[in-house]
């Protein structure tokens, strides 16, 4: 008498779990040979970072390592965050290869832009926040810092303070393609947006309010993109999303 075969779901299910198990692991050494690569050169990555602030501190002041290890860990650390970053379209398309054989042709049409754009506007906004916003930011705080206080700050406080400060900007620039996807989903709709612009202008204001340093500069040079990122992602949805005629 033959043994049964295992159930196909069991198997397709094993199949799967061993295809993203492989996705990761190329993931993982992914990152690991950009980080290998750039660890050398840790320090001057550390130095791009910090040059901003450096030059806007007096000749007297400087970074400071309050902890006895921090000198040699947030360089690294922050390798590793380049590392992440560099790799970040590579990551996407390896989710994007698990995802798409159990998506219909015309899904497929639609979600490669989609990736590909969610990809240049993250970078996009990593950059405004690098180049635009990031000198601003710190000279309220330099500025603004009481007369007989000598402004110092930890190598590591500062690396989670430019961190933070790229990371919002990179996802805040996702709002076109979040737009989007909401709209292709039928959770909103094109008409419902369009009525509740003025609440969502000031929702954006409120939050760049509260996730940027708390300067003027900062939080308009977030809520402004983030309204007319909002209205791109509209205009998108208008020009590709097909709203049934009334009868």
């Not at 996807?181 to 309010?209: D, E, H, P, Q, W």
Request: positive net charge.
């Amino acid at each position: 008498m033959k043994s049964p075969n295992p159930p196909t779901d069991d198997v397709s299910l094993m199949s799967h779990f061993i295809e993203l198990r492989g996705r990761f692991i190329r993931i993982f050494l992914a990152v690991l040979v950009v980080f290998l690569a750039l660890v050398g050169f840790s320090r001057e990555l550390y130095d791009l970072i910090s040059n901003p602030l450096v030059a806007l501190l007096p000749n007297e002041s400087s970074l400071i390592a309050t902890d006895v290890a921090s000198g040699f860990l947030a360089p690294i650390r922050l390798t590793f965050f380049t590392a992440l970053f560099i790799t970040v379209p590579f990551i996407l398309m390896q989710i994007w290869g698990f995802i798409s054989p159990g998506l219909y042709h015309h899904e497929k049409r639609t979600a490669l832009p989609l990736l590909f754009s969610s990809i240049a506007l993250f970078y996009l906004g990593v950059t405004f926040a690098y180049f635009i916003v990031l000198v601003p930011a710190l000279k309220f705080f330099v500025v603004f810092a009481p007369d007989n206080v000598l402004p110092m700050t930890d190598i590591d406080s500062y690396l989670n303070f430019v961190i933070k400060l790229l990371l919002v900007f990179g996802v805040m620039f996702e709002i076109p393609v979040v737009t989007l996807i909401l709209v292709l989903m039928r959770l909103v709709s094109i008409a419902s947006l369009t009525n509740k612009r003025r609440y969502i202008i000031v929702g954006c204001f409120a939050v760049a309010a509260v996730i940027t340093p708390p300067d003027g500069a900062s939080m308009l040079m977030l809520a402004i993109p983030m309204c007319l990122l909002f209205e791109l992602g509209l205009i998108m949805a208008k020009l590709l999303v097909k709203t049934p005629k009334a009868p």
